[in-house]
């Protein structure tokens, strides 16, 4: 358990922050049920490695097999809800008046919370569109909409139709939505203080994106049960679930901020 002289430290911290804003990873979602990327994942899962599967030529190799493999995760989070620490962002958003959620998820659990300004680095799992964009990028197609055989691999995108509709996330050596990246970048070169949570700081360029806050003057607290690759970069380490942790560091705010909230 976190001491409660450092989440007073953190809120010490954090208080006076003009224009604070939060990076997050897999493990703000683990206490909603979803495995992490580095989980093994159960059952016919576990034989595979995530990142062997998330990349565009996993799937112009075997587009049932990733297929599939989105579909298994669709099927983990569709009843997944936000847990308290989504809802502890979403209460530190109302409380400064506003905090930019940079997330690596593809879950949208940050927007079911109720946080307003969510950059969705890599994308929503719950969104599908065309291999080849061919309307354009991106050529969106709503498969809710397409009658196809559920065991025979994706849908038949509804323009160009080739079977190879295909998850909107961001695989592995694919660009990120410049969109996303722009509105990142904007956080970085403005925050004072960012909160790091759940993310083992390897997958890149989100992983360096608190250091280039840091080099902007921004203090990095970070909220992992176990270290990652930015914790000895972090100004203060909170050493425990985001779901545990954030709610107490928004109670000593507000036990700051006299209450008002
Ligand atoms: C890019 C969507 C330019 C898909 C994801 C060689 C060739 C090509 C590229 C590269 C290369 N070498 C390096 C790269 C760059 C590559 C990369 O970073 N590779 C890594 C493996 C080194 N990056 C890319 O390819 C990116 N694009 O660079 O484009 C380019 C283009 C071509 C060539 C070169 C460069 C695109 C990266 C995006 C990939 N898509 N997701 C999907 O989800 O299926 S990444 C995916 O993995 C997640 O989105 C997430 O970002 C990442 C997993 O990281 P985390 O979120 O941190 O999760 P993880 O499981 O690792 O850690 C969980 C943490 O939670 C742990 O620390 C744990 O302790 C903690 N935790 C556990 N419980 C709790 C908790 N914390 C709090 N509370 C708890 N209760």
């Known amino acids: 358990m976190v001491s409660q002289s450092k989440i007073d430290q953190a809120a010490r911290l ?24 580095r989980d093994a994942l159960d059952g016919l899962w576990a034989r595979f490695n995530p990142q062997e599967l998330a990349t565009p030529f996993a799937f112009l190799q075997n ?74 990028d991106p050529t969106p197609v709503d498969v809710s909409k397409i009658a196809y055989d559920q065991n025979d691999g994706p849908p038949p995108c509804p323009h160009c139709g080739r079977k190879m ?38 997958v890149q360029p989100a992983a360096s994106m608190p250091l280039l806050a840091q080099d902007s003057g921004a203090a990095l607290i970070e909220v992992n049960p176990y270290e990652s690759e930015l914790t000895d970069r972090v100004d203060l380490w909170l050493d425990g679930p985001s779901g545990e942790v954030l709610p107490r560091l928004v109670a000593a705010v507000k036990k700051l901020r006299g209450n008002a909230g």
């Open 14 to 37: 954090l208080h006076p922050a003009k224009h604070p804003s939060a990076l997050t990873g897999a493990g703000v979602s683990k206490e909603s049920g979803i495995p992490t990327f």
């Open 63 to 136: 587009p049932k097999l990733v297929w599939d493999f989105y579909e298994y995760r669709r099927q983990l989070m569709r009843p997944a809800k936000p847990n308290p620490g989504h809802r502890a962002l979403a209460e530190l958003e109302r409380i400064f008046g506003g905090l930019p959620i940079i997330t690596q998820n593809i879950d949208a659990l940050h927007e079911d919370a109720g946080s307003a300004q969510v950059i969705a680095l890599h994308g929503k799992i719950a969104v599908n569109k065309c291999f080849y964009n061919c309307q354009g």
């Open 165 to 202: 509709v295909r998850p909107a996330v961001v695989w592995f050596g694919e660009m990120l939505p410049p969109a996303a990246l722009a509105a990142a970048r904007a956080v970085l070169h403005t925050t004072d203080v960012m909160l790091v949570i759940g993310t083992s700081g390897i």
